[in-house]
């Protein structure tokens, strides 16, 4: 692991990622649940949550809403696809998660956003 100089990112890998998803992932089927990460990154910390729920037999399109953030354009770009592929319904965020407020912030919807009719 290094730190890329733009931002100092540091990603986590998908094995640590698992191990979180593994012990927070509950059984939420009799309600949606938001799913929020605040510093998305490529979106690996949603990427395993949506494989425990799979894995477990729950229906993430259905029961689920994700929520990404982060300040870095070229990972909200890598964050975006992943979920697009996964056909998670959500919305990406770019900007800082430490603001508050993302009125005003450029929003990405993947297309299960719409299929889902959030």
């Given at each position: 692991?290094?730190?890329?100089?733009?931002?100092?990112?540091?990603?986590?890998?998908?094995?640590?990622?698992?191990?979180?998803?593994?012990?927070?992932?509950?059984?939420?089927?009799?309600?949606?649940?938001?799913?929020?990460?605040?510093?998305?990154?490529?979106?690996?910390?949603?990427i395993?949550?949506?494989?425990?729920?799979?894995?477990?037999g729950?229906?993430?399109?259905?029961?689920?809403?994700?929520?990404?953030?982060?300040?870095?354009?070229?990972?909200?770009?890598?964050?975006?696809?992943?979920?697009?592929?996964?056909?998670?319904?959500?919305?990406?965020?770019?900007?800082?998660?430490?603001?508050?407020?993302?009125?005003g912030?450029?929003?990405?919807?993947?297309?299960?956003?719409?299929?889902?009719?959030?």
């Amino acid at each position: 692991m290094g730190c890329l100089v733009r931002f100092c990112q540091y990603f986590t890998p998908y094995h640590i990622s698992e191990f979180i998803a593994e012990i927070t992932v509950e059984d939420f089927q009799k309600e949606p649940i938001i799913i929020n990460e605040p510093a998305c990154g490529s979106g690996v910390n949603l990427i395993a949550a949506v494989n425990v729920m799979k894995k477990r037999g729950i229906n993430y399109q259905q029961n689920a809403y994700f929520v990404a953030q982060d300040l870095d354009l070229l990972v909200t770009k890598m964050c975006f696809i992943q979920l697009s592929l996964m056909g998670c319904p959500g919305v990406i965020i770019i900007g800082s998660s430490l603001i508050g407020n993302t009125e005003g912030m450029e929003r990405w919807y993947p297309p299960f956003y719409f299929i889902c009719g959030r």
